[in-house]
């Protein structure tokens, strides 16, 4: 079986290839963390897919391979990752997903997710890096569940479309395309889910199928690297968790609440006396913000914050996940300690480092009552 996902993970990438994807090989390739840095025989064309996407007027396509896919199956998989998760998982059916977290007993995010279902199982979309710890963390609390948890990365292929038209290209090949956030859709053997309002999805499929869209929607669409869309998501202020961030924030320092990736009245899991008591009872001092540098070194998870002219050698924050922008600098988001992101000006690395300047969030975080 290894051998023959092997090979259909290699035939995607080979089509890719062909379709004049480059190759980023920034991990171990036993576990497949290369992506696609960019299309095309010129280097700077990373830079114009980065500003084609930020500027939202045409459609693009992007390969998912640098995440991977956990596919839980079995009768008793519902309930199984309803008592591991920190968001409601009875909420999820064929037609709807959701954003959910993973945590340790002490309210720590271990990892977030997108959660659905295709066919006889439920998946969790996490970045590729990450899958094999948490997958051999949620075998441990399996014992006698009727569940099988498998790494399905390389069976199931994934891309990404998002731009104005992108639902209208795919209406013109599906009869059914989700229109709204969060839903989902199956046909023709592919797995569509809308991720922002008619304008993004992601795409699951096997490698035949997902090869198949991709060409047909090749005319109309410009296919892009990942760094372009991992701009996307930091602009729409969605988190993710990497090696270097795992058990660093609990989910409300990473908005989940805001996100719908939260819920506060589901049963137990790992973490939630200390999840809920934060809500009810405590004052959230962190929280994510989205923030920009113009300084071009490198910023990456994990990175620490300072306050501008403070004594102490503890940073005032940590970067969840940031990607350079095609004008200069860096985008990123990064949970903040509030009264130090309200009080001074910040700085990367440290406390005279390069500056930084907070952006307004896409949503709204409310006040626990």
């Given at each position: ?5 092997n ?15 480059q190759?980023d ?10 992506q696609?840095h960019?299309f ?7 830079a ?15 390969d998912?391979?640098?995440y991977?896919v956990?596919q839980?199956?079995?009768p ?12 409601d998982?009875h909420?999820v059916?064929t ?11 002490k ?8 959660l ?7 998946y969790?979309?996490?970045?590729q890096e990450?899958l094999?710890p948490v997958?051999r ?6 014992m006698?569940t009727?569940?099988t948890?498998?790494d399905?990365?390389?069976t199931?292929?994934?891309m990404?479309?998002?731009?104005p038209?992108?639902g ?6 599906f ?5 709204t956030?969060d839903?989902v859709?199956?046909?023709?053997g ?17 490698e035949?199928?997902?090869q198949?869209?991709?060409?047909q929607l090749a005319?109309n669409t410009t296919?892009?690297g990942?760094g ?8 729409a202020?969605l ?14 320092m ?24 934060m ?5 959230l001092?962190r929280?994510?913000?989205?923030a920009h540098?113009d ?5 990456q998870?994990?990175?620490t914050?300072?306050?501008e002219?403070?004594?102490s ?10 990607q350079?922008?095609?004008?200069g ?12 992101a309200e009080?001074?000006?910040l ?5 005279h ?10 949503y ?6």
């Open positions: 079986m290894s051998k023959l996902k090979m259909i993970h290699n035939n995607w990438q080979q089509f890719l290839t062909t379709q004049g994807a190759w090989d920034t991990g171990n390739s036993d576990t497949h963390h290369n696609v960019y095309g025989d010129d280097p700077g064309n990373a114009v897919e980065k500003r084609m996407a930020l500027a939202g007027k045409q459609t693009i396509l992007c998912l391979s640098h991977g956990i839980a199956v079995g008793e998989s519902e309930s199984f990752l309803q008592n591991q998760f920190c968001n998982v909420n059916s037609l709807h997903s959701q954003l959910n977290a993973y945590c340790t007993p309210g720590r995010v271990l990892a977030f997710f997108r659905f279902q295709r066919e006889e199982g439920y969790l979309r996490l970045p990450i094999e997958l963390r949620l075998r441990m609390y399996v006698m009727k569940t948890l498998s399905a990365s390389d199931l292929a994934r990404g479309c998002a731009g038209q992108a209208q290209h795919l209406r013109a090949l009869d059914a395309v989700p229109a956030t839903a859709t199956h046909t023709a592919l797995t569509i889910i809308c991720i922002q309002a008619d304008t993004r999805f992601e795409i699951y499929g096997d035949t199928a997902v198949h869209l991709w060409q005319d296919p892009v990942a372009a869309w991992e701009l996307l998501d930091i602009h202020a988190p993710d968790v990497y090696a270097q961030t795992q058990e660093a924030f609990v989910p409300q990473l908005n989940l609440q805001a996100i719908n990736a939260l819920s506060f009245k589901k049963g137990c899991y790992p973490g939630q006396e200390i999840v809920a008591r809500h009810y009872l405590g004052k001092k929280r994510m913000f989205v540098t300084d071009n070194s490198p910023v998870a994990g990175d914050l300072y306050s002219g403070s004594e050698a503890q940073g005032v924050g940590k970067v969840v996940r940031a350079h922008n095609p004008e600098g860096s985008d990123l988001l990064a949970v903040i300690e509030i009264s130090s009080e001074r000006p700085r990367l690395h440290d406390t480092g390069p500056l930084l300047k907070l952006l307004t969030l896409p709204v975080i409310e006040e626990a009552q």
